[in-house]
């Protein structure tokens, strides 16, 4: 039952070698995607385009240096990459701001100078969530042991069973259990690595928008000379955006999760498997001032 099995340095056929990695061209990928774009030129001071793709990334490796199971290549590490975005969608905008009307008695010097030469920029993504992988650790024992028990390789570490799809509809995703954990189960004793998909769901996507607002002020009458004030944000309404998940459980021997968040009554602490770790960076201002002449 793999309990007996001897570290696998005592097998190799020389003494004192220990394992030697071997770089060849085994990897595949394919891309299939549908790719719409639609531009509006510049018109009364308004600029804007849109882009949007929708695709499916499969393959065996995510990189040239991918690590591979040994196991039937292509069955074991087929499916989903790393960067498979489905969905994934930027808008682009500039708009100057209209200079007031000549002969109108408000038009004057100082009014001019405050309220002409505006306009405003930005960048607006919205994106699927990267695929995202589960990895468990039996409690007590090491990863080579356990390795060597379930799958008879030390290099080759059991992928979980999962007993269902463990995505989570929008509404029932919370900070400590963004998937359903419950659904992750150890790999029984023979296991070559493949009970589930190299990349098992999807996590939190992008929605980001960045901003700028620009301020020309003239300072003679030849054209192209002016002052420019810049205050950009990326960013620029502070959305939270969750990046990174917690996605290694700890088992007991009897399969049982007890490293689940604190607040679901587990031993993990805030961030126990499941939970939400990190998020990306939160707004960023930045204030600049350019003189072109």
Known sequence: DGTTTLPINFYRPYVGI??????????????????ISANHRMVKGLQFGASYTFSKVLGSASSYSAGLSPFDIRHTNYGRLSYDFTNVMVINYIYQFPKLPKGNSFNNPLTRLILNDWEVSGITTFQTGSPQNIS??????????LNREITGLESVAPRPVLTANPTLSKG???????????VVKMAVKGSRG?????????????????????????????????????????????????????????????????????ALGGAGGRYGFGAVSSARSARVIQLALKLYF
Not at 18 to 35: C, E, R, V
């Open 18 to 35: 220990g394992a030697i990695s071997m770089t060849n061209f085994g990897g595949t990928s394919n891309y299939n995607g549908l790719q």
């Open 172 to 182: 029932d995703r919370t900070m400590y259990e963004y998937y359903n954990t419950s």
């Open 136 to 145: 468990y650790s039996i409690s007590g024992v090491s990863s080579a042991v």
């Open 194 to 262: 493949a009970d589930s998909s190299p990349y098992i769901f999807t996590g939190p996507g992008v929605n980001n928008f960045d901003a700028s607002i620009f301020k020309n002020v003239p300072f003679t009458k030849a054209e192209g000379r002016f002052l420019q004030l810049r205050c950009e944000g990326y960013n620029a309404f502070n959305h939270t955006q969750f990046s990174g998940l917690n996605n290694s459980a700890t088992l007991s021997a009897t399969g049982a999760i007890t490293n689940l968040p604190t």
